[in-house]
């Protein structure tokens, strides 16, 4: 069976590092530091808990997790994110008229 349009994307865009690529962007509020979920069999997220929610923690018998700490700066290098098997190219153009 071939993958779904999900998994071939986060497959495709694992290479980058930066964790798992979701095809269809998830709001801040759905997805964000600190919550705890699964992707089910159509590549959609499931929330289980927010760790950021002390009561929720409480609730589930977890004792909440200390504040995180601020992460010392990265460089990062901006511009296009593909797949190891699609290229960038640019091309520049110019004319004169008079």
């Excluded at 495709?12 to 530091?33: C, L």
């Excluded at 990265?74 to 296009?80: F, K, Y």
Aim: hydrophobic share 25%.
């Amino acid at each position: 069976m071939a993958p779904s349009l999900q998994q071939e994307y986060s497959q495709q865009m694992k290479h980058h590092g930066y964790g798992h690529a979701f095809y269809e962007p998830k709001p801040y509020t759905d997805i964000q530091p600190g919550m705890c979920g699964y992707l089910d069999a159509g590549g959609n997220w499931t929330r289980m808990i927010d760790l950021g929610d002390g009561n929720a923690c409480a609730r589930q018998g977890f004792t909440p997790p200390r504040p995180p700490e601020r992460a010392r700066p990265e460089e990062r290098a901006w511009g296009p994110k593909v797949s190891e098997n699609v290229t960038s190219k640019r091309a520049s153009v110019s004319a004169g008229v008079s």
